[in-house]
């Protein structure tokens, strides 16, 4: 038992690890040495890693919905199983949670997890709809936030490698509408919500609204939290370079007062002739600037760059440009960049047309981009950003 969830760990001849929300919901589970995930919106992923030839190689896959189905099916059987183990006293039970143990309190919640079987979960996708538009895509350190949609979709929605919104037209919630969403999330996450940590300000570009505005929406999740007694915690949203270049300091620290502490930036590359060729509105001094800026305002950064866009053409002026950008970036310790892969868009997503045709690289050349951009990141030992991969095939929310 934790404070912000409930974990089942059950041994039949394999170990079976089962992570529930407080209110019930499958969250993850580790089984036959694979990791499962759950979205909220009721897809799960497999993940794990192979070796071949001397090279680790990670493995991700989308579960068809029949498996999906059983496999909840078989989680809330083991969670009526160790219910039944715990009424016996054959069951072990671990209390992390700050509040004092109860065995009738982990009774309670794993009886929550017992009757969420494939039945309960498609209910609970439905009431998840009513509260949400599906979430397109969150920085990995975002995947656990509590997201709260202030816009939907993307404003500029023309990049050409980019097709997470090419189906959602661009819209603002008013102050009204905003309020009932933060209220509908709080009804449909109830307990769950102990396992969400800090708020992510949906979707794309939320931070485009009027200081004003943003600020009379993050007062909205403040008097929210307050009345559910939660911490907000840390605020964080994306920002688009060719809008934020026009925000100063005052603006951003205003933002900082208000709960903003991480804004997560799209530089992708800083070679400005590939930015041109994939329809980015932007160049790399203006998210220099922008950087800048940010962090002169007293808030963290959060860079990200794509490994194998441009193809064969721009792959060499693409690594020497964007390592030259990412190195003269005022960055350090609280800081994220990114280096995330380029996943080829489907033929059909439709969108901006690229002027020209590429030779696309292999996966085994897009690995050394990736490689290249690492090693080439100089920055203070101890005293620099923190480097991570982002594998937007692993986000699920």
Known sequence: MKDESLVITAWNGEEAIFTYD????????????RL??????GRMIEKHTVTVHGVRTPLRRPLPAEEASAFLDRAAHVAAAAGRA???????????????????????????????????????????????????????????????????????????FCTFYRDVPFRVKPIPEFV??????????????????????GEANALLLPVDDLLARLQVVAEWCARMGRDPGPVGAFLDVFTGKRRS????????????????????????????????PQQAAEAAALVQTLKAAGLSVGVIVLAGIGGREFANSHVARTLGLLNSLPLGPGDL??????????????????????RPLSDAETRAQLRALHQGLRFPPGGGPRVAHYDIEEFIY
């Open 180 to 201: 009932a969403h933060v209220e509908a999330v709080g009804r449909f996450l109830a307990e769950g919500v102990s396992l969400r940590r800090g708020i992510f300000l």
């Open 337 to 358: 960049i990114y280096l995330s892969t380029f996943r080829q868009p489907p033929a059909t997503a439709g969108g901006a047309a690229p002027a020209r045709d590429l």
């Open 36 to 41: 499962y995930r759950r979205a909220l919106d």
């Open 86 to 160: 715990l009424e016996r006293g054959e069951a072990e039970l671990l209390w992390t949670a700050r509040a004092r143990p109860s065995e009738a309190e982990a009774a309670r919640l794993v009886s929550a997890a017992a009757a969420f079987d494939s039945r309960a979960a498609r209910l609970d996708v439905a009431r998840f709809l009513q509260a949400y538009r599906p979430v397109g895509i969150l920085p990995p350190d975002q995947y656990l936030a509590l997201v709260l949609q202030v816009t939907e979709g993307c404003h500029w929605n023309r990049c050409a």
């Open 249 to 280: 300091v005052d603006d951003f620290a205003r933002l900082r007062a208000a709960g903003l502490r991480r804004v997560y930036v799209g530089v992708e590359s800083g070679d400005d002739d590939l930015l041109r060729f994939l329809n980015k």
């Open 22 to 33: 407080r209110a019930g919901r499958l969250f993850a589970a580790w089984v036959g040495q």
